[in-house]
C-alpha cells in the first residue's frame, strides 16, 4: 500500500503505467509469433496418420518458447530498466528509444 500512496505522490495515475508500452511490445506480438511457430513445427512433427504424439507438442511448444524469448528479451529488459528508474530520472531516460539506444552501446549484443 506504501508503494502505491508513492507512486501517486510522485507521477499521478500515469505513475501505474510505468513500463506499459515495452510491455505491449514485448506481450503483443509475442503471442502470435508463439502460436505461428509452435502451429509450423506442431505440422512438421505429424506422423503418418496426421497426428501428433506428446514429445512432438513438447518439441514444439519448446521451439515455440525459444523464438518467442529471442524476439521479446530485449523489450522484457527495456521494461525492466524503465520500471527500476528512480523517480528523478530525467523524463528521456522512461523512453523505449533512450534504454534500447544506451544498453546497446553499454552492452552491446552479448
Not at 75 to 104: E, G, W
Amino acid at each position: 500500500l506504501d508503494c502505491v500512496k508513492k507512486i501517486w505522490r510522485n507521477d499521478g495515475a500515469l505513475g501505474f503505467y510505468r513500463g506499459f508500452w515495452p510491455t505491449f511490445w514485448r506481450d503483443g506480438p509475442t503471442y502470435g509469433l508463439y502460436f505461428v511457430v509452435y502451429e509450423f513445427f506442431k505440422w512438421k512433427t505429424l506422423d503418418e496418420q496426421g497426428n501428433s504424439s506428446m514429445p512432438s507438442l513438447l518439441f514444439a511448444g519448446g521451439m515455440a518458447g525459444i523464438c518467442t524469448w529471442l524476439f521479446t528479451y530485449p523489450f522484457d529488459v527495456v521494461k525492466s530498466v524503465i520500471q527500476t528508474l528512480p523517480d528523478d530520472a530525467p523524463r528521456q531516460q522512461r523512453t523505449m528509444a533512450y534504454q534500447f539506444s544506451t544498453n546497446y552501446k553499454l552492452h552491446g549484443t552479448k
